[in-house]
């Protein structure tokens, strides 16, 4: 996506970055799309198991306080949020969390092969890709993944390590809803993507809400 585009979306101080996917091409960014069906997750009393996730992200630089060594970092706009209890804790403190589904139509992650995968955000609609995938990425070994969600309220920071196997690219297509801040973003409803597959695992990952008080 053209860092132009992103750029009105990022909170201040904030740059547009490729990311950890090499793209290549000056001028441009990482915009991610993201749906999961993962075996389990954590909720607030305990495993969630299965666990849907879907998310709507941009890689971007930090101002130099906020970086650290080793490190990557996004803006997540959008996050579904599967279980009733976690959704509502962070509504309350003022981060997007929404109800939906998510569904990746191929099980043979270890292959490339033509994939499908889509996600719905109550309130939003459903967001789908589909393409083909081909090219090893490689394996990806205990990465700090750093996600900011910036609210009336500050930043909400999201913490994990990210581990990835069987890990393949390739092309596809995007279709979002109309009106949806990726179909804003894009300035258009459906759009060519770079497509990624593969069995990813997050752990230790922890939350820090935001901590100013809601602006009357």
Known sequence: MEEEALRPYLPEGWEPDRGFLPLGVDGMALMGLEAFECESGVGLNGTVAPMAYGSFWTAALPPEPLREENTVYTVRWDTLVPDADRRAVLLEAGMPARAG????GRSATSEPGLVEASYTFEGVGTITMRGAVGRDVGAVTD????EFTPTERGLGIWRANWTATDYFAGNGVATVP??????????RTEFPITLTTGVWTFTEGTLTLPTRERAA
């Open 178 to 187: 109309a009106g949806s801040l990726p179909a804003l973003v894009a300035g």
């Open 143 to 146: 990465l700090k993944l750093v």
């Open 101 to 104: 589904t998510a569904s990746v």
